[in-house]
Each structure stands twice: as structure tokens, then as C-alpha cells.
């Protein structure tokens, strides 16, 4: 939870162009502290859910999505319209087609899925994906979409079981269903047994950075996978090199690597300067002392 905070918080400001980064310099702080995006808010969102129904209730999600919703959060604007339908009685799976006939295919579900793989971790491969694709679909229901939020999903979950890179990316390829996430996967894993960090340019340029799924998801998970023995500092670097769609790419890659690493590894001083700090360990706590009480440990 902190990892993805900081990853978001910290990538925010170098996200878009001239106009967007502008803009996030006036919203990006409160009190002092690091604002996140609407990627953090829907992960908490998704928590609270989860919480509280002991399920994915796609009712339920919607709720909380659209009552959250704040523009000052930087939500995608296709987000927003569907959450504002929605609030506005509406229900989802109208407001989700009304906005996006075929689906989105940004990455917004993707962004939200570490959670929804913690929560289900001791569950099937394929219970992640279908819990993590329920998630997606209320604002993100693109075939694209919905694969990429159950890759991060399981990476999320993998990472926190200890798996190695050649396991993860095993199990990543085996969960995959599109030829586009096959591809991204073997380049990955090629890259990662060869040893070296592969410039970000070259990250961008074969994987992606953009907002899609499909640009940018393979690419949070090659990145938490290449700097797992760096420190987060270092990992927060390469996601800003990257440019593009930096505060989701950094939120994902940073859930991923704070699932692997542990909150004691993050950086002290970035987490003094994070935005409501004491109410994400909090929620973080909860949600763990919910999934040890479900899986009797």
C-alpha cells in the first residue's frame, strides 16, 4: 500500500506535458505533504470494499468510486464521466458502456489491482484474474484492460509469496491470453535473465509508457522485477526515466517492489513527506489481519 502511495505520489509530478505538470505543481501538495492521484483512491476504494463485503461487489465498488471521485485527484477524463454518471444514480454497467462502447482500455483497472491480488493470494491464479477482471470492469471492461489488471494483480501476489523472476514470469505468461501481453512477457523475461537493466528509453520504446494496459503494465512489472535488489529510490528513478504515464507506471511497479520488499525498505524520508500516511497503514493492517483471519493464519 505505501509503495504504490509513494510511487504515485512521487511519479505524479513528472506526468503528462508542460500544461499537466503545471497543473499538478499547485495540486500536487497539501500541508506540506505529497498529494497522490486517483490511483491511490481507488486502491483504497478497492480495500474498503473489500473490507467490508468480504467479496468483490461490483454494486458496492461503484458506490465508492463515484463518491470519491474529486477532479483534483487528476482521474482520466473517460473516469470521470462514467463516475459521475453513476453518482448521478445511474448504474454501472450502463454508465461504463454509455462512455466506452467497447471498453476502456486504459490502464485505471490496473492501477487498483494489487489489492485485489493481496486480498486473494492464497486463491488460484485464475480466482485472482476473475476477482481482478470484476474489479476492472465497473470503469475499465476492454479485453486489453481487464488482462492487464490481473497481470499486475498476480505479480502483486507473487511478489509477496517470495516467487523468483523465472517463476513469476512463468505464471504471468500462463495467466495471459493475448498475444500482445505474450510478446511484451517473453521480452521481459529476456531481458531480465540476460542481467542488465535495459535503458528506459529501450523499456519505453518495446514496452511501452502510455496509458493503455497494454503500454504500460508488462513494463511496471519488468521494472519492480529489474530493481527488486536496488533500492526504491533507484526504482522511482528508472519510472520517472521512462516519462509517459509515470505516476500509474510508478504506482504499479512500486506496489509490486513494496510487496517483494517490505515496508521497512521504503525510504523514511519520502514516506515523512507522504500525504495521510498513518490512514494507509491503517487500511494496510486491516486488510492484512482480514486475509490472515480468511486463510486461518
Not at 474529486?70 to 462512455?99: C, D, F, N, T
Not at 526515466?241 to 525510504?267: E, F, K, Y
Request: charged letters at 25%; a negative charge; one cysteine or more.
Amino acid at each position: 500500500m505505501l509503495g504504490l502511495a509513494l510511487g504515485d505520489a512521487f511519479g505524479a509530478p513528472y506526468e503528462g506535458g508542460i500544461l499537466e505538470r503545471a497543473l499538478w505543481s499547485m495540486l500536487g501538495t497539501s500541508n506540506g505533504k505529497r498529494r497522490w492521484t486517483d490511483d491511490t483512491q481507488m486502491t483504497i476504494d478497492v480495500i474498503e470494499s473489500l473490507l467490508a463485503c468480504r467479496c468483490v461487489d461490483q454494486n458496492d465498488l461503484a458506490h465508492r468510486f463515484a463518491r470519491s471521485y474529486r477532479w483534483s485527484r487528476g482521474y482520466g477524463p473517460g473516469a470521470a464521466k462514467v463516475l459521475k454518471r453513476i453518482r448521478r444514480g445511474e448504474a454501472w454497467e450502463s454508465a461504463a458502456v454509455a462512455v466506452f462502447p467497447q471498453g476502456s482500455f486504459g490502464n485505471g483497472g490496473a492501477m487498483r489491482a494489487p489489492a485485489v491480488g493481496l486480498f486473494f493470494a492464497e486463491n488460484s491464479d485464475a480466482d485472482i484474474a476473475r476477482a481482478t477482471r470484476d474489479v476492472a470492469a465497473i470503469t475499465h471492461a476492454h479485453p486489453l484492460a481487464s488482462e492487464g489488471a490481473a497481470l499486475i494483480a498476480l505479480a502483486t501476489a507473487l511478489a509477496c509469496s517470495g516467487a523468483d523472476n523465472n517463476e513469476m514470469l512463468h505464471r504471468l505468461s500462463q495467466c495471459a491470453e493475448s498475444r500482445e501481453y505474450l510478446d511484451r512477457l517473453t521480452k521481459a523475461r529476456a531481458w531480465l535473465e540476460e542481467g542488465e537493466v535495459v535503458a528506459p528509453r529501450q523499456v519505453a520504446a518495446e514496452l511501452g509508457n502510455g496509458i493503455a494496459a497494454i503500454e504500460s503494465c508488462v513494463t511496471a512489472v519488468y521494472a519492480a522485477l529489474a530493481f527488486r535488489n536496488y533500492s526504491f529510490d533507484a526504482l522511482l528513478e528508472f519510472t520517472v526515466s521512462l516519462r509517459g504515464d509515470v505516476d500509474t507506471i510508478a504506482a504499479m511497479a512500486s506496489a509490486i517492489w513494496g510487496a517483494d520488499r517490505g515496508a521497512d525498505q521504503l525510504p523514511r524520508e519520502r514516506l515523512e513527506q507522504l500525504e495521510r500516511r498513518d490512514d494507509l497503514e491503517r487500511l494496510a493492517g486491516s486488510l492484512a489481519e482480514a486475509v490472515g483471519f480468511r486463510e486461518g493464519r
